[in-house]
């Protein structure tokens, strides 16, 4: 029963993102993308952006180890952005720990993030989530839905993704499973937390949206 949480706004924020992203490219191309380029992308993952800029600017998709070079490129931006003396990023306090509870009551959580693997395992080390919660980053070839399709595989239900942004609740609608809403940047008929909402509604919200799955699932 993977409870899948994004990271970025929704577990805390590291300011600067797209433009450490746009820097990394401009070292590895030649000429950063611009930030209309970046704004009009249609996809919310890393390998997404990376691929459609790429299409953009040299006519064809992005081959893996060109995303690998990215992903080296962007890491070390946000090492050296993120350095414990340099600054700290922005823990969603309430949240993270409602999150550790979750793992502490026996549920299984997951990240699912768009940031691509080795920045996200290095945004989810500085915020100081367990390392008993596994990490799936953005993969070549697969969207958001897809990402979280592939955490939920093999795994029975209830499912829940919890994420900050109107492509997180598109998302999770394509996959399939309930949405938790973090903040005030996601409209919709899903339920929403504050960033600074405390632990315990944390818990109780997810709680309340798996139960009734878990209930029909005994009792159908
Ligand atoms: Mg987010």
């Known amino acids: 029963m993977p409870l899948c949480f994004d990271l970025d706004g929704t577990l805390g924020t590291f300011g600067g993102g797209y433009a450490l992203l746009r820097e990394a490219l401009g070292e590895l191309w030649g000429a950063a993308p611009t930030r209309e380029e970046l704004r009009a992308c249609a996809g919310s993952t890393d390998w997404e952006i990376v691929d459609e800029l790429h299409r953009l600017r040299f ?45 502490d009551r026996g549920h299984q959580v997951w990240l699912v993030s768009g940031n691509t693997p080795r920045t996200l395992a290095f945004k989810a080390a500085r915020l100081g989530i367990d390392p008993r919660v596994p990490r799936l980053g953005s993969l070549p070839g697969l969207s958001r839905a897809g990402l979280i399709r592939k955490a939920l595989e093999g795994c029975a239900g209830p499912h829940l993704y919890v994420g900050d942004r109107p492509h997180d609740r598109e998302a999770a609608s394509e996959a399939g499973v309930p949405f938790l809403g973090i903040g005030d940047a996601v409209e919709g008929a899903h339920p929403v937390l504050g960033a600074e909402a405390e632990a315990e509604r944390l818990v109780h919200a997810v709680e309340g949206l798996v139960a009734p799955h878990l209930n029909s699932r005994l009792h159908p």
Do not use: K, M, S, T
């Open 59 to 103: 006519g064809g998709g992005l081959a893996e180890e060109a995303y690998l070079a990215f992903e080296a490129a962007c890491l070390a931006r946000f090492e050296a952005a993120f350095h414990p003396e340099v600054q700290d990023p922005v823990r969603f306090e309430g949240i993270v720990e409602g999150l550790h509870r979750l793992v």
